[in-house]
């Protein structure tokens, strides 16, 4: 059990530009989360996989981003024509079958100037 | 959605002391975590607690589902306990809905 990995941990990127984050979930883990974290806030859901499938997107999810888990283990997010309101922390998620537990990674912190 | 509120905001305390941070949620819920978010931002799960008492160390926590709260209990505290403490709920496998977070800090 290495934990939850994200790549890369800072990014720097100027309004406009596209940008694509990656987590590598607890290997055996079959559920995948995306979060958001603004300054001073508690984590916003984004969006829930089922090993391939997306089985939930809440409305912050905007049609600049998307997300992916083609084969069911690692996801990227992508944002596209990023906003300097994207600035925050992006968080993933795993999860095992035996319980609802959720353990994170140590999350991408965006910047967009 | 489920509601989550936490109290207080923030907590000042003199190392060695004790203190108990508050969850309260709106709605029935069967997954119930306490996290510690570091000066990094890494979220570090300390209780898995839907239901019931569990201690690990300094830290205890207790749920009490049918009255939609659960308490976080910090004793001796030290300097390294500082940072913002989370609850988050969730019902099955859903999203979890974060409170806004107990800032504590410890000082020596």
């Known amino acids: 059990d290495t934990g939850v990995s994200q790549n890369p941990r800072h990014k720097i990127t100027k309004r406009g530009q596209n940008v694509t984050f990656r987590c590598d979930p607890i290997s055996e883990h079959n559920r995948l989360y995306w979060y958001r974290q603004t300054l001073g806030q508690g984590p916003e859901f984004l969006t829930y996989?089922?090993?391939?499938?997306?089985?939930?997107k809440s409305r912050l999810l905007s049609d600049r981003f998307s997300a992916e888990r083609p084969k069911g283990s690692f996801s990227t997010l992508e944002i596209q024509r990023t906003e300097q309101g994207d600035s925050a922390m992006y968080l993933c998620?795993?999860?095992?079958?035996?319980?609802?537990?959720?353990?994170f990674g140590p999350g991408t912190r965006l910047t967009v100037t | 959605g489920i509601q989550v509120e936490q109290s207080p905001p923030d907590l000042i305390l003199q190392e060695g002391a004790n203190s108990t941070l508050r969850c309260n949620f709106s709605d029935s819920v069967n997954n119930l975590q306490w996290f510690h978010q570091n000066p990094w931002g890494q979220l570090i799960n300390l209780f898995y607690i839907p239901s019931g008492t569990k201690q690990n160390g300094r830290l205890s926590a207790t749920t009490v589902a049918t009255e939609r709260y659960s308490l976080l209990y910090i004793s001796s505290s030290q300097t390294t306990d500082s940072g913002v403490y989370f609850c988050?709920?969730?019902?099955?496998?859903?999203?979890?809905?974060f409170g806004a977070g107990t800032r504590l800090t410890v000082k020596p």
């Open positions: 988050a709920v969730a019902l099955n496998n859903n999203d979890m809905r």
């Open positions: 996989f089922q090993n391939e499938a997306q089985l939930e």
């Open positions: 998620a795993s999860g095992g079958a035996q319980t609802y537990e959720q353990y």
